[in-house]
């Protein structure tokens, strides 16, 4: 799985561990533990830090924090008991004619200890100096036992020497328990002395000339066991303090993975597409009809848009913009210029109450513009649906509004001009092929709610031109954020009463993250009934969850929108995009089982009107330390792309995505958190090559795409790769 970006040549994903001298079983198991089970994933299991074992020094120019190797003889020994805590700690002094050195154990056992220490007896021990009143010290040093006895062969200053324990910048490893340092870098040097010079970098040379990489072999070489000692590496993000063995890896990750998007981008940009004409037929009319102006960065999102529609190859624009950004308006832009040009528009929403809100606010403008927009969803009537069929492929309907129902092959486009994919904070990227090649070759313009950090999105949808609303509509108030402890639910109360009293209304969300868990639905609606005959007795309360009809769920939202009821209980359908104004509280239970760009979500919902709205969050009892720092970037901030950030940060880029469906992140070393400048260059040089009008025919460049193949298989629908 893993092995998605990686895929070295020759391939050393079938040589197994076991094949190593000195790996048996019970290796074999320790090994596969950490994940590795065969000699290319070996390669790819870098170490955490190095240690400069290269010189033994005289204790004396050791100075308190450095770590080094010392040669020294047992002068004494003897334990000791703290007075206070009754801890014992076993004390060998040594020394090495330079200076002293008091070494300690904290857990130990001591007639071993007495053995293995004689006086007299010579080591060579690793570890960092500290100073205890005046005093050097190590605390549980690593040892090598020389001699036991007075007598020694020196082979310290023979210059030639096969320890491996000093003589050498040594790696080391992120091990488990059982496998020692010692152990593994005998296991990597093996790995790594029989295999690393076999790999072949199948990136052009000019390019990794040009940027100074080593080929992997070499890079491979350093990294497990450099020549020049790097204090820090992995830890800090900037490429510059990454030696450049690491950033080779790396970048061989990035290249490939960024020019599989290339091609794809590039394969799709060569398709006849449509050529659309603004016309202002329609457009024109509902600009003036808006009772507000767009904001700038609508304009400039929707000069981008119209730039592709007018191309001659097919838009694959994404249209990022947080909640309420007002992306609707701009997508409604779009599919005039489609209309006008007489073609068709499809609108594809990830849930039925989405398509339903889609369809009208669609409708409610084209219809002034004497327009016909339709919906087709799973719950619409059989015989409703097969007037919609046939009104739509007699090009009656110009824009059809669906759930994923309008992907089926029944439904006939005859001339489809443009997809509207809104995934909100769903980004199912497989899923975007399918309308793609319905009929003609659409422009597609998918639109999400949930800001992507540039890093992600370059790796993600690379194949996609991105475009940004980076603005709010003026006038929007900030929502006061509030986090409460379940105990406090009191004063949460109190508040929402305040509200509704003053005329607003509130949303109470419950997470249920498996609705089809009895259980966790009885709980709200338990919840409901207690909230509707004891909390808020005076006032209407509705529940909305994601098992009732689907025309039960119109009916409420419905009645909420109308204002028919005061307060809408809620599990997480409510998140998706619902634009109720009135609507001041948000109130979420359990707050911190949701998602960052979840709670985001919901959190977007009010805050709409003129009124100051509230978003009040209830911990849970047992809040984890995640949920505790994903409650507080709520607090400390409303802008969507500092939360994308953050819940990268906390979860990681694959949860972030729904990996499950994706696979495209997982990395080996790379990390599109920690070496995005590396990923830019990587971008930047595989879109080059992939331009290249020989990229399939140069042999210079066979084992390039060899290897794109193999790493990206049959996710790479190409037309062509030799
Ligand atoms: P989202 O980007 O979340 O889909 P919407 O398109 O639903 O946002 O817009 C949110 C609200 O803002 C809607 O009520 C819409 O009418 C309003 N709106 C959109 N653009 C503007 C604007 N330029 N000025 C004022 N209000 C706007
Ligand atoms: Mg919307």
Same mark, same amino acid.
């Given at each position: 799985?893993?092995?998605?970006?990686?895929?070295?040549?020759?391939?050393? =994903?079938?040589?197994?561990?076991?094949?190593?001298?000195?790996?048996?079983?019970?290796?074999?198991?320790?090994?596969?533990?950490?994940?590795?089970?065969?000699?290319?994933?070996?390669?790819?299991?870098?170490?955490?830090?190095?240690?400069?074992?290269?010189?033994?020094?005289?204790?004396? #120019?050791?100075?308190?924090?450095?770590?080094?190797?010392?040669? $020294?003889?047992?002068?004494?020994?003897?334990?000791?008991?703290?007075?206070?805590?009754?801890?014992?700690?076993?004390?060998?002094?040594?020394?090495?004619? #330079?200076?002293?050195?008091?070494?300690?154990?904290?857990?130990?056992?001591?007639?071993?200890?007495?053995?293995?220490?004689?006086?007299?007896?010579?080591?060579?021990?690793?570890?960092?100096?500290?100073?205890?009143?005046?005093?050097?010290?190590?605390?549980?040093?690593?040892?090598?036992?020389?001699?036991?006895?007075?007598?020694?062969?020196?082979?310290?200053?023979?210059?030639?020497?096969?320890?491996?324990?000093?003589?050498?910048?040594?790696?080391?490893?992120?091990?488990?328990?059982? !496998?020692?340092?010692?152990?593994?870098?005998?296991?990597?040097?093996?790995?790594?002395?029989?295999?690393?010079? #076999?790999?072949?970098?199948?990136?052009?040379?000019?390019?990794?000339?040009?940027?100074?990489?080593?080929?992997?072999?070499?890079?491979?070489?350093?990294?497990?066991?450099?020549?020049? /000692?790097?204090?820090?590496?992995?830890?800090?993000?900037?490429?510059?303090?990454?030696?450049?063995?690491?950033?080779?890896?790396?970048?061989?990750?990035?290249?490939?993975?960024?020019?599989?998007?290339?091609?794809?981008?590039?394969?799709?940009?060569?398709?006849?597409?449509? %050529?659309?004409?603004? *016309?202002?037929?329609?457009?024109?009319?509902?600009?003036?009809?808006?009772?507000?102006?767009?904001?700038?960065?609508?304009?400039?999102?929707?000069?981008?848009?119209?730039?592709?529609?007018?191309?001659?190859?097919?838009?694959?624009?994404?249209?990022?913009?947080?909640?309420?950004?007002?992306?609707?308006?701009?997508?409604?832009?779009? %599919?005039?210029?489609?209309?006008?040009?007489? /073609?068709?528009?499809?609108?594809?929403?990830?849930?039925?109450?989405?398509?339903?809100?889609?369809?009208?606010?669609?409708?409610?403008?084209?219809?002034? !513009?004497?327009?016909?927009?339709?919906?087709?969803?799973?719950?619409?009537?059989?015989?409703?649906?097969?007037?919609?069929?046939?009104?739509?492929?007699?090009?009656?309907?110009?824009?059809?509004?669906?759930?994923?129902?309008?992907?089926?092959?029944?439904?006939?486009?005859?001339?489809?001009?443009?997809?509207?994919?809104?995934?909100?904070?769903?980004?199912?990227?497989?899923?975007?092929?399918?309308?793609?090649?319905?009929?003609?070759?659409?422009?597609?313009?998918? &639109?999400?709610?949930?800001?992507?950090?540039?890093?992600?999105?370059?790796?993600?949808?690379?194949?996609? =031109?991105?475009?940004?609303?980076?603005?709010?509509?003026?006038?929007?108030?900030?929502?006061?954020?509030?986090?409460?402890?379940?105990?406090?639910?009191?004063?949460?109360?109190? &508040?929402?009463?305040?509200?509704?009293?003053?005329?607003?209304?509130?949303?109470?969300?419950?997470?249920?993250?498996?609705?089809?868990?009895?259980?966790?639905?009885?709980?709200?609606?338990?919840?409901?009934?207690?909230?509707?005959?004891?909390?808020?007795?005076?006032?209407?309360?509705?529940?909305?969850?994601?098992?009732?009809?689907?025309?039960?769920?119109?009916?409420?939202?419905?009645?909420?929108?109308?204002?028919?009821?005061?307060?809408?209980?809620?599990? *997480?359908?409510?998140?998706?995009?619902?634009?109720?104004?009135?609507?001041?509280?948000?109130?979420?239970?359990?707050?911190?089982?949701?998602?960052?760009?979840?709670?985001?979500?919901?959190?977007?919902?009010?805050?709409?009107?003129?009124?100051?709205?509230?978003?009040?969050?209830?911990?849970?009892?047992?809040?984890?330390?995640?949920?505790?720092?994903?409650?507080?970037?709520?607090?400390?901030?409303?802008?969507?792309?500092?939360?994308?950030?953050?819940?990268?940060?906390?979860?990681?880029?694959?949860?972030?995505?729904?990996?499950?469906?994706?696979?495209? $992140?997982?990395?080996?070393?790379?990390?599109?958190?920690?070496?995005?400048?590396?990923?830019?260059?990587?971008?930047?040089?595989?879109?080059?090559?992939?331009?290249? =009008?020989? /990229?399939?025919?140069?042999?210079?460049?066979?084992?390039?795409?060899?290897?794109?193949?193999?790493?990206?298989?049959?996710?790479?629908?190409?037309?062509?790769?030799?």
């Amino acid at each position: 799985m893993s092995a998605a970006l990686s895929g070295l040549n020759p391939d050393l =994903s079938s040589i197994p561990m076991d094949s190593i001298p000195g790996v048996g079983p019970q290796i074999l198991l320790k090994l596969s533990k950490l994940g590795i089970r065969t000699v290319e994933d070996a390669l790819y299991f870098l170490p955490l830090r190095y240690e400069d074992r290269r010189n033994i020094r005289p204790l004396a #120019s050791a100075l308190p924090g450095e770590r080094g190797v010392f040669r $020294v003889e047992v002068l004494a020994k003897g334990e000791n008991v703290h007075p206070r805590t009754r801890k014992r700690i076993f004390h060998v002094l040594a020394g090495d004619g #330079s200076g002293k050195v008091d070494l300690k154990w904290f857990h130990y056992r001591r007639p071993w200890m007495e053995k293995e220490f004689p006086v007299g007896c010579h080591l060579h021990i690793f570890g960092e100096i500290k100073l205890f009143g005046g005093v050097r010290q190590i605390e549980h040093p690593e040892y090598e036992i020389i001699s036991k006895t007075n007598s020694l062969g020196d082979n310290a200053s023979s210059g030639c020497n096969d320890s491996d324990f000093w003589g050498g910048i040594l790696p080391v490893y992120p091990l488990t328990e059982g !496998l020692s340092q010692k152990m593994a870098r005998r296991i990597w040097k093996k790995v790594v002395e029989k295999h690393a010079s #076999s790999v072949s970098s199948t990136i052009p040379v000019e390019i990794l000339r040009r940027l100074q990489l080593p080929p992997l072999a070499e890079a491979f070489l350093e990294v497990h066991f450099p020549k020049t /000692f790097q204090k820090s590496i992995s830890s800090s993000e900037m490429a510059g303090d990454i030696s450049s063995g690491r950033k080779s890896i790396i970048f061989d990750e990035f290249f490939y993975l960024e020019l599989g998007l290339a091609l794809k981008k590039r394969d799709i940009s060569q398709i006849p597409g449509n %050529a659309f004409q603004v *016309t202002h037929l329609y457009t024109k009319p509902l600009a003036e009809k808006l009772p507000y102006r767009l904001t700038t960065a609508q304009r400039r999102v929707l000069g981008e848009i119209k730039q592709d529609m007018m191309a001659s190859s097919p838009m694959n624009r994404l249209l990022q913009g947080d909640v309420g950004s007002g992306k609707t308006i701009v997508a409604l832009m779009a %599919a005039l210029i489609a209309i006008e040009n007489n /073609f068709q528009v499809a609108v594809l929403a990830p849930t039925e109450i989405l398509a339903e809100q889609h369809f009208l606010q669609f409708h409610r403008y084209l219809d002034d !513009l004497g327009l016909k927009a339709a919906l087709l969803t799973g719950s619409i009537a059989k015989r409703e649906k097969e007037n919609i069929l046939g009104d739509l492929s007699a090009g009656r309907i110009h824009l059809l509004v669906g759930t994923h129902a309008i992907l089926e092959d029944e439904v006939d486009f005859p001339r489809l001009g443009l997809v509207v994919i809104d995934e909100q904070h769903r980004f199912g990227v497989l899923q975007r092929g399918g309308l793609r090649n319905k009929g003609t070759h659409p422009d597609t313009l998918v &639109m999400t709610a949930t800001p992507i950090p540039r890093s992600l999105f370059m790796t993600a949808y690379g194949d996609l =031109s991105l475009s940004i609303i980076d603005e709010l509509p003026p006038g929007r108030k900030p929502v006061k954020t509030m986090i409460f402890p379940v105990g406090h639910r009191e004063t949460a109360y109190r &508040m929402v009463r305040e509200e509704l009293a003053g005329g607003r209304q509130a949303f109470v969300v419950y997470p249920l993250i498996e609705e089809s868990q009895n259980s966790e639905l009885q709980a709200a609606e338990k919840d409901f009934i207690l909230l509707k005959n004891e909390i808020f007795p005076t006032f209407r309360v509705g529940l909305l969850h994601g098992r009732l009809k689907p025309a039960e769920k119109e009916d409420i939202m419905k009645r909420f929108r109308d204002h028919d009821l005061d307060i809408l209980v809620a599990t *997480t359908v409510i998140e998706v995009g619902i634009d109720i104004p009135n609507a001041t509280v948000m109130m979420v239970e359990n707050a911190d089982r949701f998602g960052l760009s979840q709670l985001h979500q919901l959190r977007g919902r009010v805050g709409r009107g003129r009124q100051e709205s509230v978003c009040i969050l209830i911990a849970s009892r047992s809040i984890s330390d995640d949920g505790r720092k994903r409650l507080q970037v709520m607090k400390e901030t409303a802008d969507g792309f500092r939360i994308a950030e953050a819940d990268l940060e906390i979860r990681g880029p694959g949860e972030l995505l729904g990996t499950r469906q994706h696979g495209l $992140v997982d990395f080996r070393v790379a990390s599109i958190l920690k070496h995005q400048e590396i990923l830019a260059i990587a971008r930047e040089e595989a879109f080059q090559v992939a331009g290249r =009008s020989d /990229f399939f025919t140069s042999p210079e460049l066979e084992k390039t795409r060899r290897t794109l193949q193999r790493r990206w298989g049959t996710r790479l629908e190409l037309a062509a790769i030799g």
